[in-house]
């Protein structure tokens, strides 16, 4: 049974609610903050939404990489809109609580999205590899139904990753303060809330992130090693700079995701920081998805003339 004393939980293993700090020790700036993510958000749901949109509707994009580029797009709208709402509901009315089983719903689509970006990210390198040092096998080896069932197994992979962790996490006893120092509950500031010995959890965790998050890094690192090895036997500079172009906007946005979530999650609990990993878990929740679009947009050539070409079938253009 819970007893409940200000914000601290005594003799309970299922705790009511947590409160999310998110950015409290700055109340001058939470409307300024409120308005920026508000501002943010809008970008990631209409950037998002237009690369959907161009690469279902302009035939010249019908093909495996804006395949995956979609999918990508959905991702991280269904991603940002599972921990952004709760985040500006926060910001705008001051009430920093989230129930027990909220917290649990968060976590789960998180984790659940967050580790089918990781073998979408692979998959997309893989793409790419197979386009620049197989060009020949290209449309064998990437077909409708290889690309179909990739999908598929991004999704499916962030799903039982997801359900493992939550459940370690979520059936474990919690006392002490209710209070999760973060925008949305994360696994690392949930175990510090955790009663005894969470050692176990802590090693079933990094290894879940090891298999979820190292293994599709090195499915890219492979797929770019090979990449580059045929970009350097390319004879002509501009031969090698139109090659490297395909697959820049794809490095950017990998680059991204993975230098702030690999320093959060791959880390020992010993070195835990609280307010550090806050911080850079803003690049991979928030500042990515807003400008992947952005990056995908302006670095390539045919998303810029498939919005041309929409914008012209208009009457009065855009």
Known sequence: MLTKKGNILQNS???????????SDEPDLQSILFSTFLVIYIIILAGNSIIILLTLVDPALHTPMYFFLRNLSFLEI???SV?????????LSGNKSISFLGCAVQTYFTFFLGGSECFLLAFMAYDRYVAICKPLHYPV???????????????????????SHTSMIFTMSFCGSNEINHFFCDIPPLLKLACGDTSKTEIAVFVGAMVFGTLPFLMILMSYAGIIATILGISSAEGRKKTFSTCSSHLIVV???YGSACIIYLKPQSTYSANTDKYLSLFYTIVGPALNPIIYSFRNKEVKGALRRICERKPFGC
């Open 13 to 23: 293993t299922a705790p009511v609610e947590f409160r999310l700090l998110g950015l």
């Open 78 to 80: 269904c991603y940002t």
């Open 83 to 91: 921990n952004v709402p709760k985040m500006l509901e926060n910001l």
């Open 141 to 163: 080896l990437m077909n409708r139904n290889v690309c179909m069932s990739l999908a598929v197994a991004s999704w499916l992979s962030g799903f039982f990753m997801s359900f």
């Open 255 to 257: 680059s991204l995701f």
